[in-house]
């Protein structure tokens, strides 16, 4: 699908560049996955957000550029791919599509609201000006905004699940995830933690609720489109915890490790704002072994769903070797 909207960001380098970064397991049927999920979660975000006429296509268009156009789509392929454990048609499929979008679009509004400079203080976003420096801040929150209850109308609506119960599962289960409990809770413990040291413990527990608990939710709500029993949903849930907390693990190794051109964003901004990290408490070969370890216990995690779930096995080791 064509994005067609007044203004929209240009499909950067590093997002590819983060397809290309793997080299365990089946690689290639890995990248090929997410490209090919990656293409159907823009197009179903593109048309979940259409640009629109009149005096509010400003914040439209601030949506749009928050939500297209970049990005991993770790998030949205985790839900799509789980879902695909249960159910594989094209109603099925445009369902996961659907939730995909709606965590993505949540997921841009914490990016969004993070790079304002009341928060992370960043100019730069997937290779590209941060929201905030495309237009201005009070758009960017406005934005921000719209993006968060967008997401939960999606949930909400029929077109994504028949049923009721589903549909409502989907919309607690963000709801925790993102709130004060989840997301927004890590966020306030990462302002309160810095220029101060946190134990190892502290930092962990801050990485599941900022990073984790959204991710965590997106392999969790594949299950619940799914309809899955409760063991496979404890199980899911316990593979999202671990690569959302091995995913948060190589974003500090990168954060130290690598350029600003590679990441698409200000790097070494955590040890500017002497921020307590997995490096500065491990190292960065410490850090590593333990994004390894959480990798394979997410695995481990998988064992049930046999052949079915191998780009899922892929995808706990391409999230601690990706380059970006």
């Known amino acids: 699908m064509t994005i067609t909207g007044a203004v929209q960001r240009t499909a950067s380098p590093v997002a590819s560049q983060g397809l290309e970064g793997n080299g365990a397991g089946d690689g290639v049927a890995l990248r090929a996955s997410l490209r090919d999920r990656a293409a159907a979660i823009e197009a179903a975000v593109d048309a979940l957000i259409p640009a629109v006429p009149g005096p509010e296509a400003r914040v439209v268009d601030a949506m749009r550029y928050a939500t297209l156009g970049g990005g991993k789509r770790l998030r949205g392929y985790l839900v799509a791919e789980v879902a695909a454990l249960f159910a594989e048609s094209a109603e099925a499929d445009a369902r996961a599509y659907r939730v995909s979008a709606s965590v993505e679009m949540l997921h841009a509004y914490s990016l969004v609201h993070d790079d304002l400079p009341a928060m992370d203080d960043d100019d730069l976003r997937r290779g590209q000006p941060s929201t905030h420096r495309k237009f201005d801040e009070a758009t960017a929150i406005l934005a921000g905004d719209a993006l968060q209850t967008r997401a ?8 994504t699940h028949s049923d009721a119960v589903v549909r409502t599962e989907l919309v607690l289960a963000l709801a925790r995830a993102s709130g004060a409990a989840g997301m927004v809770g890590g966020q306030m413990i990462d302002m309160e933690g810095e220029g101060r ?16 608990r959204l991710i965590q939710y997106s392999a969790e709500a594949g299950a619940i489109l799914g309809q899955a029993t409760a ?3 404890e199980r899911l849930a316990a593979y999202g915890r671990d690569i959302g907390a091995a995913f948060q693990i190589a974003d500090d190794v990168l954060d130290a490790t690598a350029s600003a051109e590679e990441l698409g964003k200000t790097a070494g ?8 990290t997995f490096v500065a408490l491990l190292g960065v070969d ?6 390894e370890a ?3 216990r997410a695995t481990e995690a998988l064992a049930p769903f046999g052949e ?3 780009r899922l096995r892929d995808l706990a080791r391409y999230v ?3 380059r970006s």
């Open 152 to 159: 939960f109308e999606i949930l909400a609506e029929m077109a």
């Open 294 to 296: 959480l990798a394979h």
């Open 286 to 291: 410490g850090a590593r072994r333990e994004a």
């Open 197 to 212: 040291s946190l134990s190892l413990d502290e930092v962990r527990h801050l990485h599941a609720l900022k990073t984790g």
């Open 320 to 322: 601690v070797e990706r």
């Open 308 to 310: 079915k779930a191998e």
């Open 269 to 276: 901004k955590d040890l500017a704002a002497e921020k307590s």
């Open 231 to 233: 063991e496979q949903r």
